[in-house]
């Protein structure tokens, strides 16, 4: 996929780390070690995460890349692919920072609206994106904020019909009743970037990784900064894997609380949009909110014309029957309108 690739990147050559063995080790201007090793730069390639990733995901280390949270490879992307002016599609609603890592990257930003904010018309978007002639296609799966999903056939019928480079965000997935399968052998415009800060529980710890044709990932290499994973990072990357389990049990508690918080809504009025990940979208009251976060309870609010819409991530149980009591006292004291 050279041919949609930035002009002036395919030259480029990425920045290479030393990683010779050695008796002793005075090339890169590391202070002398206090704290357990640290004063070493991180391991540039990941190797360790990476081979234990491939293993889990039945790849090879090449096809994949390793990001400070799937933000940064979602920005990487833009900065391999993306010349000036040139165009970034999306759906709306969906994740806000589309938008602006596009500006940032000095794209133009075009979105295509869902039908009821769930429904993607497959025909109408390719339209769309006949019209537009984007660089890339940016897909929320599930999306963020609807919860809802795109249908593995119409996203193959995107990747396979639309002329440029199509990122699928797969950020939270794992909480989706879908079997979790990429198609990245298959075709070389398609990454599917996926994060540890959803499922994992682990957003502290910034922590994503890209799929790839070995060939795409090697030229999104090239714009990478060196050392973007610190080494604490990388240990507690390996750390979460060892315990699957553990996340596995979560992710379906999860499920669990979801139809739970989601009948809930439903019983006090509300009209909740069904979800495949671990948030629920629905609108209320404009001033919800604000009575909710009066008693110190957090959901996002939308503004503009999403005006009256609100996101609640799904926690613990006793932290969702918190919030539920809180949403009910606020119905109670001024009613839907
Ligand atoms: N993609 C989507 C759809 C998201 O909702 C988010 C986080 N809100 C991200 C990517 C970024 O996640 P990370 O923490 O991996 O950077």
Known sequence: MLKYLREDI???KSYEVNQEEFRVKLDANEGIEWMDGKNRYPDDSCTILKER??????KKTSELLIGNGSSELIELVMKAYLEYGEIVVSISPTFSMYKLYTIINKGVYEEYPLKDMQKLDVEGFMEFVKLKKPKIIILSNPNNPTGSIISRENILRIVEDCDCMVILDEAYIEFADVEIQDYTREYKNLVVLRTFSKAYALAGI???YMIG???????????????NINTITQNLGLEALDNEVEIMKNISLIKIERERVFKKLKDLGFKPFPSQANFIFFKGKETLSYDLARKKILIRAFSGELKGYYRISIGRPEENDLALKAIEEALNETGHN
């Open 10 to 12: 395919k030259t480029l």
């Open 53 to 58: 990733l491939a293993n889990k995901l039945g």
């Open 206 to 208: 910034r922590l994503g």
């Open 213 to 227: 044709n070995e060939e795409i990932i090697e030229y999104i290499n090239r714009v990478r900064s060196p050392y």
